[in-house]
Every structure is written in C-alpha cells, then in structure tokens.
C-alpha cells in the first residue's frame, strides 16, 4: 500500500511530505486550492507522461517520492525480485523533471524506463478520476479483473505455460526449417574438418608433452656433456674432487680430540653420503640418456601438424579436443534435424491440442463469472443513481489456430447508460462523471478478487448529490476495509465516510495539506456544507453527520 507521497517543487507545492494511512483517505480542500496535485504528483511516479510547465515557478526542477509497502503484494514483489531491485518488501518509485524538458525515472534508486514505472505502478495503484482512468479503459485490465473475480488462476497459469513451451517449440522449429537449405554444404564441410582432426587425434595435454620432449632431445648432446662433468667434478676426477676432498676433511678432522669438534664431523660425513647418492642418481640418467636426432624429428614434425591445424581452425592448441567434440557433436545435430522437426511438429499439435481443450475450460468459467460480474455491476450502477445503465461483459473469440497467453478470448467491458441504446466500449463514455462511477461499481464489486491495494479516486462524485452521494460514501467506506482508499472530493457526504481526512490548503500561491483531528474534521465538514460561512447550525449539522457515519 501507499506509505507516504514526498513532493518538491510540483506545480503549487513547495515541499510536501505526505503519510497515507490504511483504509479510506478522503481529500478536500476549497475550489483552486489543488486538491488533485497530490493525485497529479502520484500519478507520474506510476509513469504518466509529464512536462517542464509541472515545475513551480522559480525551479529548476521538480522531484516525487512514492513509497509502497509490497509485504503482501506477491505480483510487485515478484516483479522488483525477477529485475534484482534490492528491497523486496518496499518500492520507492521517484520522478525528477527538469527545465531541459527531461525527465527520469527510478525504481528502489535504480534508474528504470518510463514503461518499467508503468508496468511496476500498475501492480501498486489504479487512479481513476473524470480525466484519467490509468487502467480502467484498457482490455487488458478488464480480463485480469474478470478472471480474478472468477478466480481462474489455475487456468490461466496452465494457459501461459502452454502457451510458452508451445512458442519456445515453435522457435526451434522455424529455426530448423530455415536453415534447412543451408544444412547440406555446411554439412559437408564439418564433415571435412572432422575427418581432419579425427585424422591428427590431438589429446589433452600431449601438445604440452611433446614441447618439454622436444626441448629435451633437442638439448641432448649438450645435457649428456654437463652431466658427465658433474659426475668427474664429484667422483671420477683423480686428482681433485669433491667426494674425495671430503673424505680427506673428515681424516684431519677425525685425529683431534675435542668434542667440539664431533658435530662437525658428522655434517662432512653426511655430506659426502649426500654426494654419493647425487652421484650415483646423476650416473643412471647418464646411463639411460640416448641421443635420438630421429626421435627428435618425429617429435618435431608431430608439432609441427598439431601447430597447423591449429592455426587452421583459428583456436589454441589446448582448445583442439573440445573443438572435435563439439563439430561431432554439430554434426549429429544435423544429421538428425528431420528427425526433430518429425518430434517437434508432433509435440506442437500435442501441445495445441491440449491448449485448446484448457482453453475451452477457460472460456466456459470466463462465461460464467461474465455473468455473475455483468449483474453485480449493473446492480451497483443503480445503487450510484445510473438507473438505466446496464454493464455488459464481451468475449470475443480469438483466431483459433495458434494459442495465445491469455486464452482464447479477448474481454473487454460495455456499457450502456441508457436502456434505450446498446452497450459500447467504455472508452466511448463521454461522461467523465459516469466514467468514474462505472470505474466505483466495478471496484467494488471486484474488491475481494483485486490485486491492487491502492485505489484513487478523484472526484468521483460529481454531477451526484443527496442519497446518491452518501451512497457513494458508504461504498467507498466499504471499500476502504479491504483495500486502500484514496478520495478527493467535495461531498460533505462522502467526506464524512472517510477512515482520515486530509485538507488541502492553498497559502500565498502555495499548496500544503494537513491531516485534521476531530474538531478540526466537523469544521471542515461544516465549511463544506455551507460555504465559507460556518454557522452554529452547520457545524451541529458536521458533527452529527461524522458522528453517525463513523458509528
């Protein structure tokens, strides 16, 4: 629901800090004073189209704050979660205008598209007011409502998920039938190339092998030639070396007495067991080393092959055994496109089928609950004072040759204002007034079964008075214990039924708007009663008209 509206800037309002409660929030304020500014102000973080001319005087910009708490709104939540903006328990919708003309949109501070504002904002609020109905014209909504006051979400999930793995299978077969012409030439030049790997057989890591071989054959003559003077260096050098220096050490060392000495001795003859051992190890690498200039060119020439193909087929060395698989693997898939195109026309028709007969159910459940709505509607619109309108429910069958996401119908919703003329679409209502009573009747009807949690009217009440309008307060009131309302109105009758009661007030070409206790409500009642002139009767009369509404 909607926690609070921040405004800076916007038309006649300086700066404006809003808290919107639970249930019905009904606004009133003096002709001029701008009671739908605040309207105005939410209705562009929910992505209606602005302009530079919104901006108040003297500013170079103008900035809206909506926050909704979405705990249990499970569609807005899913949404802000599918687009990972951050907070999944809060959406902060904010608009910036400047002078430039421009202007820009954020959703949890991430900036987000005029369309996404849209998409977003029509899961938190619908306004509806003689000017603006944001949803209420458009057939889209009218199927949602319908299907939600008939409770179909069974069908409809089933109907989507259809309808998308029937347009994922579709894809692929097109995509198999368009490049069916193609397949043949390309075909036989993978087989080409495989046949040419397959040929080299390059495995993992075997190129890394025969370069540590290569540079080692490569280097042999010279490895043999220092290994044998490391060995005559050590041992085989009669005159001087290592080994026998050391022995010659230890002999000297050996004939003194000091036991100071002892350590140090053993550390010689350590040394020289160390040495033995390098000596004899370094002997039988010698021994087993063979110079092999025809290994050598073997080697060399295998390289050589594997370095070619590689630059032939533009990949590292490495990459030439995944690179085989994968051209077997492209292959096979070729191969086998007739195949999948037999399986995938079987499972489409399977699919259709399937589809049309869920589809059927659907129509049939859309038929009954049409009727139900068409009745509750029309009922209501008479308790609005619309005694000849008549609220009618269109299903119109869709083109049955492929499934859609929807179904297989379009709704959209009549009506007729007067019995004597046939029902027409909504968006021929000239009446903003009756307009914006159809859109009450529906709503309430459709309370229960709604997603939106937030529900603004403007004005709705014009052209009514007397019964009518305490009718419409009341339902209104109604409304409020199962959604949020938000109200602007100029009935004292209507203005009585609210849950709270914000004023606007208009102070030296500023708007403000306050949140009246009480005493401060059956003035304001009493001025809406009488005009700018309270009296002790009016004010009587304010009192115990909130008195009795909020028993």
């Given at each position: 629901?909607?926690?609070?509206?921040?405004?800076?800037?916007?038309?006649?309002?300086?700066?404006?800090?809003?808290?919107?409660?639970?249930?019905?929030?009904?606004?009133?304020?003096?002709?001029?004073?701008?009671?739908?500014?605040?309207?105005?102000?939410?209705?562009?973080?929910?992505?209606?189209?602005?302009?530079?001319?919104?901006?108040?005087?003297?500013?170079?910009?103008?900035?809206?704050?909506?926050?909704?708490?979405?705990?249990?709104?499970?569609?807005?939540?899913?949404?802000?979660?599918?687009?990972?903006?951050?907070?999944?328990?809060?959406?902060?919708?904010?608009?910036?205008?400047?002078?430039?003309?421009?202007?820009?949109?954020?959703?949890?501070?991430?900036?987000?598209?005029?369309?996404?504002?849209?998409?977003?904002?029509?899961?938190?609020?619908?306004?509806?007011?003689?000017?603006?109905?944001?949803?209420?014209?458009?057939?889209?909504?009218?199927?949602?409502?319908?299907?939600?006051?008939?409770?179909?979400?069974?069908?409809?999930?089933?109907?989507?998920?259809?309808?998308?793995?029937?347009?994922?299978?579709?894809?692929?077969?097109?995509?198999?039938?368009?490049?069916?012409?193609?397949?043949?030439?390309?075909?036989?030049?993978?087989?080409?190339?495989?046949?040419?790997?397959?040929?080299?057989?390059?495995?993992?890591?075997?190129?890394?092998?025969?370069?540590?071989?290569?540079?080692?054959?490569?280097?042999?003559?010279?490895?043999?030639?220092?290994?044998?003077?490391?060995?005559?260096?050590?041992?085989?050098?009669?005159?001087?070396?290592?080994?026998?220096?050391?022995?010659?050490?230890?002999?000297?060392?050996?004939?003194?007495?000091?036991?100071?000495?002892?350590?140090?001795?053993?550390?010689?003859?350590?040394?020289?067991?160390?040495?033995?051992?390098?000596i004899n190890e370094l002997q039988s690498a010698v021994d087993?080393?063979?110079?092999?200039?025809?290994?050598?060119?073997?080697?060399?020439?295998?390289?050589?092959?594997?370095?070619?193909?590689?630059?032939?087929?533009?990949?590292?060395?490495?990459?030439?055994?995944?690179?085989?698989?994968?051209?077997?693997?492209?292959?096979?898939?070729?191969?086998?496109?007739?195949?999948?195109?037999?399986?995938?026309?079987?499972?489409?028709?399977?699919?259709?089928?399937?589809?049309?007969?869920?589809?059927?159910?659907?129509?049939?459940?859309?038929?009954?609950?049409?009727?139900?709505?068409?009745?509750?509607?029309?009922?209501?619109?008479?308790?609005?004072g619309m005694s000849e309108s008549d609220f009618g429910v269109?299903?119109?069958?869709?083109?049955?040759?492929?499934?859609?996401?929807?179904?297989?119908?379009?709704?959209?919703?009549?009506?007729?204002?007067?019995?004597?003329?046939?029902?027409?679409?909504?968006?021929?209502?000239?009446?903003?007034?009756?307009?914006?009573?159809?859109?009450?009747?529906?709503?309430?009807?459709?309370?229960?079964?709604?997603?939106?949690?937030?529900?603004?009217?403007?004005?709705?009440?014009?052209?009514?008075?007397?019964?009518?309008?305490?009718?419409?307060?009341?339902?209104?009131?109604?409304?409020g214990t199962k959604t949020q309302i938000v109200c602007v109105?100029?009935?004292?009758?209507?203005?009585?039924?609210?849950?709270?009661?914000?004023?606007?007030?208009?102070?030296?070409?500023?708007?403000?708007?306050?949140?009246?206790?009480?005493?401060?409500?059956?003035?304001?009642?009493?001025?809406?009663?009488?005009?700018?002139?309270?009296?002790?009767?009016?004010?009587?009369?304010?009192?115990?008209?909130?008195?009795?509404?909020?028993?």
């Open positions: 629901m909607l926690r609070n509206l921040n405004i800076h800037n916007f038309t006649l309002v300086r700066e404006l800090d809003i808290e919107i409660n639970d249930g019905m929030s009904v606004v009133t304020g003096e002709t001029g004073a701008g009671k739908s500014i605040m309207l105005d102000a939410l209705a562009l973080t929910l992505g209606s189209r602005a302009d530079a001319s919104l901006i108040s005087t003297g500013s170079d910009r103008a900035e809206i704050i909506a926050t909704f708490d979405i705990y249990g709104n499970e569609s807005a939540r899913q949404w802000i979660s599918e687009r990972e903006l951050q907070d999944e328990d809060t959406c902060i919708l904010r608009r910036v205008l400047t002078r430039d003309g421009r202007s820009r949109g954020f959703i949890n501070g991430s900036p987000s598209t005029l369309s996404d504002m849209r998409q977003i904002g029509s899961l938190l609020a619908d306004i509806h007011s003689q000017h603006e109905h944001q949803s209420l014209l458009s057939q889209e909504t009218h199927r949602r409502l319908l299907d939600e006051y008939g409770m179909h979400k069974d069908l409809t999930s089933e109907i989507s998920e259809l309808h998308r793995e029937f347009q994922d299978k579709e894809s692929r077969l097109q995509q198999l039938i368009s490049t069916a012409g193609k397949e043949s030439s390309k075909l036989q030049l993978l087989e080409y190339q495989l046949e040419e790997l397959q040929a080299i057989s390059v495995t993992s890591g075997e190129a890394k092998g025969l370069e540590a071989e290569q540079k080692r054959l490569s280097n042999a003559e010279d490895i043999h030639f220092r290994c044998n003077q490391a060995i005559e260096l050590c041992r085989d050098n009669d005159s001087n070396n290592v080994s026998a220096m050391l022995a010659h050490a230890i002999d000297h060392l050996a004939i003194i007495d000091d036991k100071n000495l002892t350590s140090v001795i053993e550390l010689l003859r350590s040394s020289q067991i160390q040495i033995d051992e390098a087993s080393f063979i110079v092999d200039p025809a290994k050598l060119k073997k080697v060399e020439a295998r390289l050589s092959s594997i370095y070619d193909i590689a630059r032939k087929h533009h990949v590292e060395i490495d990459q030439l055994p995944e690179l085989t698989k994968g051209i077997s693997k492209e292959i096979d898939t070729m191969k086998n496109a007739d195949v999948e195109v037999a399986t995938l026309q079987v499972d489409l028709e399977g699919l259709r089928e399937k589809y049309l007969a869920t589809a059927k159910q659907l129509t049939n459940r859309r038929q009954s609950a049409a009727k139900k709505l068409e009745s509750a509607v029309t009922n209501k619109l008479r308790e609005l269109q299903l119109k069958p869709r083109t049955p040759e492929r499934p859609y996401a929807s179904g297989a119908e379009d709704v959209e919703f009549l009506v007729s204002t007067n019995n004597k003329q046939p029902n027409q679409s909504l968006a021929k209502i000239v009446s903003g007034g009756e307009l914006s009573r159809i859109s009450l009747a529906i709503q309430v009807v459709t309370a229960d079964t709604s997603q939106v949690p937030t529900l603004v009217f403007d004005e709705v009440d014009v052209g009514i008075g007397g019964a009518i309008a305490e009718v419409v307060g009341s339902l209104l009131k109604n409304l109105t100029h009935l004292p009758q209507v203005a009585v039924q609210g849950h709270h009661h914000l004023q606007v007030i208009k102070d030296n070409a500023t708007t403000n708007v306050v949140a009246l206790a009480r005493d401060e409500r059956v003035a304001e009642i009493a001025r809406m009663l009488a005009g700018i002139e309270m009296t002790d009767q009016s004010l009587a009369h304010a009192k115990q008209m909130l008195t009795s509404a909020q028993e």
